[in-house]
């Protein structure tokens, strides 16, 4: 079993930024992706960005340019750096792992974009 645990998030006014992170724990294998994802009221849940265990980076267009990721611990924790807000970022944004045939997703974080 593998536990991702979310911390960051929060309200900011439009060009601000926050930062998210997410840590995973247990039954961890080294071949993973890990990444974010978000879900608006009434929308369905999107990628935010994806990080496969050697590095790569996948974002969504809607972020690309404002929104970078680092990670340490051999990739079990990811940082979602959040710049240059904008309302339309308002979501509850998910950690997500994937491992094996397994998908695990965190709690969930809010992060609301208002003036």
């Known amino acids: 079993q593998v536990q991702l645990v979310e911390s960051g998030g929060g309200s900011v006014q439009p060009g601000g930024s926050l930062r998210l992170s997410c840590s995973a724990s247990g039954n961890l294998l080294l071949a993973h992706t890990m990444g974010w994802y978000r879900q608006a009221p009434g929308k369905q849940r999107e990628l935010v960005v994806i990080?496969?265990?050697?590095?790569?980076?996948n974002f969504a267009d809607s972020v690309k340019g404002r929104f970078t990721v680092s990670g340490e611990n051999a990739g079990n924790t990811i940082h979602l750096y959040m710049d240059s807000l904008k309302p339309e970022d308002t979501a509850v944004y998910y950690c997500?792992?994937?491992?094996?045939?397994?998908?695990?997703w965190g709690q969930g974080t809010q992060v609301t974009v208002s003036s």
């Open positions: 990080v496969e265990s050697w590095g790569q980076t």
């Open positions: 997500n792992r994937v491992q094996g045939s397994q998908t695990y």
